[in-house]
Each structure stands twice: as C-alpha cells, then as structure tokens.
C-alpha cells in the first residue's frame, strides 16, 4: 500500500515536471518565434531604407555613377548610408507610386518630377545637371551616321529607350513627333530597352550601329563617339532630386539633396562624369562634339 502510494505520488512529480518542461518548450518556441519576427521586420524595414541611419533613394539608371560615388562619399563624411534603386524614371515613378516607402526621387528631367508632385509624391526639389538627347555610335563612326535621317538607312540598326519607362526615350519622342520623324524613326528601331544604360551597352557591344541617348551617358562610355543634332539638342533636361511626402528622413533627406547640389560636392562629381552642372544656379557646359 505504502509503495503503491509513493509509487503514485513519483507519477505526479513526473507528470507536473513533464508539464512544465512541455509549458517552457513552448514559450522558449514562441520567444523565437517572436524573435525571427522581429528579426525579419528589421531586415524589411533596412531593405526599404527605414533604417535609422539609410536613406533610400529611388534613383534614373543613367545617373548611377555619380549617385554610387556621391552615396560613397557621404556615408564616410555624415554616417548616413544611401541605399539605392536604379531603373528608368517612369518605372521608379511607378515603383513609388505602389511602395509608398522611400526619402527621395533622381529623375533624370524635371517632367517626371512635375508628375510626382501632381500625384502628391514630391515636396521640396533641388536641380542638378543638365543633359540633353543625341545620337550616339561607336568609336570612329564606322556607318558614317551624321543626323537622323541616317538612323532611317536600311544598313543602320538601332536602339532607343522605351519612352514608358525611360527619361531619354520620352523625350526624344516627344521632339521627333512634333517635326513628324518619330513614325518613321519608330519602324526602324530595332529594340527598345528599359533605360538609357541598356541602350548605350547596345552600342557598345555592337549590337546595334547608333541609338539615342543622354550627352552625359555618351561621355561615360569611352567606347562611343557623339554625334550633336540641332532637333535633339533642343531637347535639354533638367536632372532633379524631389524628397518624398512619406520620407522617414525628410530633414536628411533634403541634407542630401543639397549636398548633390553643392559646388564642392555633388557637381563636381556630375562634371566628372560629363553632365552639364548648375552650381551657383549658372549652367557649366562641357566641350561639346561635332554638330551636325
């Protein structure tokens, strides 16, 4: 009787422990569970730039090279880190449009900022360069392409950027519609690329004889030779920063904006990569090519 009773009180003292072995397993699984939640909201959150150091910047492939080295340089000289996010400014405008997560905007024309400002995307803006369309083909200009009616030749291919998605194909468009060219222009093509670093490659690689695309990215490709037409040429575009309305770091936001502004910083890192700088609000060209 006495061991039957001892004998029953060891299965309780089992069971109780059983129990709370059981009851800290599960808790220790929902504190990890917890943990890998919270780890995982982070990573998100860095990912679109909510850190509290980050500031995400929706970014025209075309300006790549300055935006990589400017976001280089800041985070060394302020401890803020640019995370950036390239493709053609009608793709990012889309992009922000759904995300609705992000602190600023590099288009590489103002249009695109005036759009965002009707949508109710942009607050303050700050102007950067200035670029324009022209022809470009490679080194030596084996075609002899001269002008646009060149790009019509049935021994010319071509390349050009969809103006749905990139600055430089809207904005060509929109010149040659208005002097009648795009139709034709338009059956020539060969391809069209999401941004203006697609197009250029294109060239580059000999895919393709000529496209258009902006005097700045001509001038990064050292492969390329620019040919200057007088109905592009008139086509000069304004490459603009706008912070975002949902910016989580608006005042840093416009800080970084200012610096891409600033003589001594960002322009001097657009004249390096053969943009048209505006310091000081006065237009600095670079030696142009031949026009033709």
């Known amino acids: 009787m006495v061991s039957e009773i001892f004998s029953n009180d060891r299965r309780r003292r089992g069971a109780i422990v059983r129990g709370w072995l059981v009851a800290l397993g599960m808790i220790a699984a929902v504190g990890v569970l917890v943990l890998l939640l919270w780890l995982q909201g982070r990573a998100g959150a ?6 509290s150091d980050t500031l995400l910047v929706y970014c025209a492939a075309g300006i790549k090279p300055v935006a990589e080295e400017a976001a280089r340089d800041y985070l060394k000289e302020f401890h803020t880190t640019v995370q950036l996010q390239y493709g053609g400014s009608g793709t990012l405008l889309a992009d ?13 024309d103002a249009s695109y900022i005036r759009i965002a400002r009707e949508k109710g995307l942009v607050s303050q803006t700050v102007a950067l360069a200035k670029q324009r369309p022209v022809i470009v083909v490679h080194k030596g200009n084996p075609k002899a392409v001269k002008g646009l009616a060149d790009l019509q030749r049935p021994d010319v291919s071509v390349a050009m950027a969809n103006p749905e998605a990139a600055s430089v ?30 197009v250029a490659n294109d ?13 700045s990215t001509g001038r990064q490709y050292p492969e390329l030779e620019l040919v200057h037409v007088p109905v592009l040429e008139a086509g000069v575009e304004t490459v603009t920063i706008g912070v975002l309305v949902y910016a989580k770091h608006p005042e840093r936001a416009l800080a970084f904006a200012n610096y891409l502004a600033q003589a001594d910083r960002g322009q001097k890192l657009f004249a390096k990569y053969g943009y048209e700088t505006v310091a000081g609000g006065a237009a600095s060209r670079p030696a142009t090519e031949s026009t033709h």
Do not use: C, Y
């Open 96 to 108: 922000m449009q759904v995300a609705r997560v992000g602190d600023l905007f590099i288009a590489a």
């Open 169 to 198: 194909g809207r904005v060509a468009q929109k010149l040659l519609e208005k002097t009648g060219q795009w139709k034709e222009l338009k059956q020539h093509v060969r391809v069209f690329k999401p941004t203006v670093n697609d």
């Open 46 to 51: 860095q990912a679109r730039g909510e850190g």
């Open 203 to 215: 060239v580059k690689i000999d895919s393709v004889d000529a496209a258009i695309v902006w005097d």
